[in-house]
Nanobody, 127 residues
Framework: VQLQASGGGLVQPGGSLRLSCTVSGFTLDYHDIGWFRQAPGKEREGVSCISGSDGNTSYAESVKGRFTISRDSAKNTVYLQMNSLKPEDTAVYYC?????????????????????WGKGTLVTVSS
């Protein structure tokens, strides 16, 4: 099982980026995928999650209305569309999944103990 996050970069406040999480070794339809981020000097926080079984999505309050998570099962890829970016969105973003955790559990445990993590991609929001 592998996950690879990509799409990060430098963007001005108010701009947009789309992150991709490409997975291999498992099927998106059977696993929930979470996006997390960690800013320098701060704890990791959950950003968004998408259910494998029904595609239901959930978001942290700080990104609700600005970020959209989606998936393309044919491409084995989960996306995180980030709009209206703010300097406080600056962080390394990671995608992760687990053999059995659903989004509900992922939020509860804040990602701790999840089986598989991709390497992060850096998002910098700055003028």
């Amino acid at each position: 099982v592998q996950l690879q996050a990509s799409g990060g970069g430098l963007v001005q406040p108010g701009g947009s980026l789309r992150l991709s999480c490409t997975v291999s070794g498992f099927t998106l339809d059977y696993h929930d995928i979470g996006w997390f981020r960690q800013a320098p000097g701060k704890e990791r926080e959950g950003v968004s999650c998408i259910s494998g079984s029904d595609g239901n999505t959930s978001y942290a309050e700080s990104v609700k209305g600005r970020f959209t998570i989606s998936r393309d099962s044919a491409k084995n890829t989960v996306y995180l569309q980030m709009n209206s970016l703010k300097p406080e969105d600056t962080a390394v973003y990671y995608c992760a999944t687990d053999k059995i955790m659903t989004c509900r559990t992922i939020w509860y445990v804040r990602g701790y103990g999840m089986d598989y993590w991709g390497k992060g991609t850096l998002v910098t929001v700055s003028s």
